[in-house]
């Protein structure tokens, strides 16, 4: 079992930024791919961005290229979303998830952070 910790959501005003991060409790390079999704009130979760840790490839959803960006951090043994430009409808439950293999699913999910955009 591997958890999850996100942390750094909160209430911004539109137009400005947040960052989340996710730390493993275990060494980031024992996964795959790393990802941050979203739910929005009464929608269903949505990717957002996801990060091949070995070799930092990243996706992103339409919504978020140009405004959002993954990243990894190996001194901190976590990954990132940097979001900039935030508008009413990012506003979500954020979910850091880890697929272990290559080719599994995302098995392990954080708790959620929310983040709160008002216009």
């Known amino acids: 079992q591997v958890q999850l910790v996100e942390s750094g959501g909160g209430l911004v005003q539109a137009g400005g930024s947040l960052r989340l991060s996710c730390v493993p409790d275990?060494?980031?390079?024992?996964?795959?791919?790393m990802a941050w999704y979203r739910q929005p009130p009464g929608n269903p979760r949505e990717l957002v961005a996801s990060?091949?840790?070995?070799?930092?490839?990243?996706n992103y959803a339409d919504s978020a290229k140009g405004r959002f960006t993954i990243s990894r951090n190996s001194a901190t043994n976590s990954i990132h979303l940097q979001m900039n430009s935030l508008k009413p409808e990012d506003t979500a439950i954020y979910y850091c998830?880890?697929?272990?293999?290559?080719?599994?699913?995302?098995?392990?999910w954080g708790q959620g952070t929310q983040v709160t955009v008002s216009s």
């Open positions: 998830a880890a697929a272990i293999g290559a080719r599994s699913s995302y098995e392990y």
């Open positions: 275990i060494t980031i390079y024992s996964i795959n791919t």
């Open positions: 990060i091949i840790i070995s070799g930092e490839r990243t």
